[in-house]
Every structure is written in C-alpha cells, then in structure tokens.
T-cell receptor
C-alpha cells in the first residue's frame, strides 16, 4: 500500500492563479481531510469528507473548494490564490470516526503564493 | 471552538535528560492523540488515549490522559537525538466524531 499520496510536493503560484492539490489513498478509507500548517499555528482543518459525494467545511474553508467523486481521491482547489494561502498542506485519511482509528497523513505540499 | 494548549512551545535538552510535554483544554474530549512530525513529512500517530486516567507506554514514552479527559501529558525518559521533532496533541470532541482539534505543537531538540 502506498498510503496517502500528495502531488505536487512543492508549488509556487502568483496571486490570482488557480490550482488543484491532489490527494489519493489506497486504504479504502471513508474519511479524508485537508489541513494547512503554518508556523506557530499548528494544523487547521480546511475541509473534510466522510465518504464519496459528501464534503463539509472545517475551521478555515474560505478560498478553497473540495469534491469527493471517488473513495480514493480528495482534491483541494485554490480558486484564486492569495499570499495568505502560503502554507504547507496535508491530506489525511482514516477508516471511520472510531476513537481508536489511526489517521494517516500524506507527505505534504509546500505552497508559496507570490 | 475547542482549543488545545500545548506547552512548552520549544524545548531543547541534552541527551539522557527527561522531559514532559503538556496538552491542556477547558473542554472534554472523548479521546486524545499524540503525533510526532519530522521536517518535510506529515505527522505520524504515536498513541491514542481514550479513558480518563489512562496511561500508555511506548518504550521510553509515557502518555497520560487526565481523569476529566481535558488534559494529557507526554513524558520522555532518557531522551535520545532520535526523539527530536515536533510533537502534536489532537483531541476528538465526541464518540464517532471525525474531526480532530490540534494543539500548536512542541518542538523538541535533543542535543547529543
């Protein structure tokens, strides 16, 4: 199993550009989520999905869109990039909402918006 | 919004020393997780504690969940340079909840 994969690993955008961060998991997990990690801020939840066709907002959803057409894939779209979206983005998956379930994180995408 | 306060934010110690990292909240969590993150990588789950008062040991790491399920601690005995990293606590607010609330992390450096 590859676990959770993310592409690209690094990306530089100009203000106003759009892009999609890709995330895929091969563990047949129902729950997937996107976080951003900023210095001194910890991990903040952007969007999450509890299954194909179901998505919901997290703590910091503005400026981001998600969709979940398959169990495996959960892309994150930046509609019009802003410098405030410069961050490291992590995708994660877990099998269910059980307290003992392990959440697996991808390796991250480091995004810089100029 | 539930908040998790971690302390200290930074910790630099000599190899062989002991240390404790704290994770505190005014809210009750159904479970709490501890992660370790190395530079350039995603967080990796170390342990999940579920029951108030629970103590779990993972080699030289001891994790404790407070009786009221509002706080937790991570104690490392005889720290090694390989323990260096960012330690994150994360709370689950209710049974069956999918969302994790993360603390801001403790950056640990163990000097040989």
């Amino acid at each position: 199993n590859a676990g959770v994969t993310q592409t690209p690993k690094f990306q530089v955008l100009k203000t106003g550009q759009s892009m999609t961060l890709q995330c895929a998991q091969d563990m047949n997990h129902e729950y997937m989520s996107w976080y951003r990690q900023d210095p001194g801020m910890g991990l903040r939840l952007i969007h999450y999905s509890v299954g194909a066709g179901i998505t919901d907002q997290g703590e910091v959803p503005n400026g981001y869109n998600v969709s979940r057409s398959t169990t495996e894939d959960f892309p994150l779209r930046l509609l019009s990039a802003a410098p405030s979206q410069t961050s490291v983005y992590f995708c994660a998956s877990r099998s269910s909402g059980g307290a003992g379930d392990t959440q697996y994180f991808g390796p991250g995408t480091r995004l810089t918006v100029l | 919004t539930q908040l998790l306060e971690q302390s200290p934010q930074f910790l630099s110690i000599q190899e062989g020393e002991n240390l404790t990292v704290y994770c505190n909240s005014s809210s009750v969590f159904s479970s709490l997780q501890w992660y370790r993150q190395e530079p350039g990588e995603g967080p990796v789950l170390l342990v999940t504690v579920v029951t108030g008062g629970e103590v779990k040991k993972l080699k030289r790491l001891t994790f404790q969940f407070g009786d009221a399920r509002k706080d937790s601690s991570l104690h490392i005995t005889a720290a090694q340079p390989g323990d260096t990293g960012l330690y994150l606590c994360a709370g689950v607010s209710g049974a069956g909840s999918y969302q994790l609330t993360f603390g801001k992390g403790t950056k640990l450096s163990v000097i040989p």
